[in-house]
């Protein structure tokens, strides 16, 4: 009895055996081109010729900084190179936060993408009920500050005042503008420092309390900060200029705050490079903008300039410029592939050139 027992035991587990064998061979094969882009990027994260060849071309331009690449959606580099503060002997680490320039601009831009998302404001709105005093700008739309084809002028230069309120910030630049008739590209700061009143104005809060609550809050972004509120006790990266052969040469421009006051809405952040990362994939991924709101502030069908980006056949560059400080972000429009600079001392070459050699290089890498 008991032998008959086991026997019928053993019968039993091993059609169970061969049942289960058989569904796993039928199993369907998960998708071959994800499976592929997985193995692809973790095999080149791994690879240290990578790391390697990016250093190379790094120091060839005797860039000074630091580096982030993304390939098919994996960071494969995020680096540092050189000093922040070369005569107290800090180095640069990717855990600073360096002012960003003009890559704040996108960020404005998305502002009022969501705003034109919430119905509040269209790209054809006109400046007339927001600057009532200024008969200028009262033709003046929403999609021409965007795009930096206003008409509007305005000299770049130091107020020659700390500009404490958002409301001196803007009074500023209302008073320094010029407005022509000529609306062709004419990039000036003074139109995102506009754009950044209309926030203010629709919103009934500072530019900087929505800034925080509709990006920096829930991106969950811990290194970007105001110009006034960096921590004072995190290294400032000093500002420097290769020249003569000579790294670490004196760069005319500083850490500024006097400029920095006048710059609402258009170069007045301090951001580490993830950070960065984490505000370009939330441009397309739902935590800013969905794919079809940034499609419409961006125009990414046109080439050229669109709310504060560069775009050009699926490609977006994106700039930002005070002196020694420079930063560049490339790479496509998904940012599946992307490379990120933020220098103290740019590129001899520029920033864009290298960030460029970069980008083709890790597309066109295989370990094949």
Same mark, same amino acid.
């Given at each position: 009895m008991k032998k008959r027992y086991w026997l019928l035991t053993s019968l039993v587990l091993?059609?169970?055996?061969?049942?289960?064998?058989?569904?796993?061979?039928?199993?369907?094969? %998960?998708?071959?081109?994800?499976?592929?882009?997985?193995?692809?990027?973790? +095999?080149?994260?791994?690879? %240290?010729l990578v790391k390697a060849d990016i250093k190379q071309m790094v120091n060839k331009e005797h860039f000074k900084g630091v580096v982030l690449v993304v390939k098919n959606g994996v960071v494969i580099n995020r680096s540092a190179y050189g000093y922040a503060d070369f005569g107290r002997v800090k180095k640069n680490n990717i855990r600073l936060a360096y002012p960003i320039a003009s890559l704040q601009k996108f960020m404005t831009g998305s502002l009022?993408?969501?705003?034109?998302?919430?119905?509040?404001?269209?790209?054809?709105?006109?400046?007339?009920?927001?600057?009532?005093? &200024?008969?200028? +700008?009262?033709?003046?739309?929403?999609?021409?500050?965007?795009? &930096?084809?206003?008409?509007?002028?305005?000299?770049?230069?130091?107020?020659g005042k700390l500009?404490?309120?958002?409301?001196?910030?803007?009074?500023?630049?209302l008073s320094e503008i010029k407005v022509g008739e000529d609306q062709s590209f004419q990039y000036t700061n003074a139109n995102y420092t506009l754009l950044s009143g209309v926030i203010s104005q629709v919103t009934g809060e500072k530019y900087e309390t929505v800034l925080q609550n509709k990006i920096i809050t829930p991106l969950h972004l811990k290194r970007t900060f105001s110009w006034e509120k960096r921590p004072p006790k995190m290294t400032l990266?000093?500002?420097?200029?290769?020249?003569?052969?000579?790294?670490?040469?004196?760069?005319?421009? &500083?850490?500024?705050?006097? +400029?920095?006051?006048?710059?609402?809405?258009?170069?007045?952040?301090?951001?580490?490079?993830?950070?960065?990362?984490?505000?370009?994939?939330?441009?397309?991924?739902?935590?800013?903008?969905?794919?079809?709101?940034?499609?419409?502030?961006?125009?990414?069908?046109?080439?050229?300039?669109?709310g504060g980006i560069w775009h050009d056949e699926g490609l977006k560059s994106i700039h930002g410029s005070l002196g020694g400080y420079d930063t560049?972000?490339?790479?496509?429009?998904?940012?599946?592939?992307?490379v990120i600079l933020f220098a103290n001392q740019p590129a001899i070459d520029g920033d864009e050139q290298l960030a460029t050699d970069i980008y083709n290089f890790t597309v066109a890498f295989s370990n094949e």
């Open positions: 091993v059609i169970f055996i061969i049942i289960i064998g058989w569904r796993l061979v039928k199993r369907p094969l %998960p998708d071959k081109a994800k499976d592929t882009t997985t193995v692809s990027s973790i +095999l080149v994260q791994s690879n %240290p009022i993408a969501q705003l034109v998302a919430a119905g509040k404001l269209s790209y054809d709105t006109k400046l007339a009920d927001f600057y009532p005093n &200024h008969p200028e +700008l009262a033709n003046i739309k929403i999609r021409q500050l965007l795009d &930096h084809t206003s008409g509007i002028q305005m000299a770049e230069s130091n107020p500009l404490g309120l958002e409301e001196d910030q803007l009074n500023y630049v990266p000093i500002a420097y200029r290769y020249e003569d052969g000579k790294d670490y040469q004196d760069d005319a421009f &500083h850490a500024d705050k006097e +400029l920095f006051s006048s710059l609402l809405g258009a170069g007045n952040l301090f951001m580490s490079i993830d950070d960065m990362l984490k505000v370009q994939e939330g441009l397309t991924n739902g935590k800013i903008l969905t794919k079809k709101e940034y499609k419409q502030l961006a125009q990414v069908e046109n080439a050229g300039y669109a560049f972000v490339y790479g496509d429009e998904s940012n599946r592939n992307l």
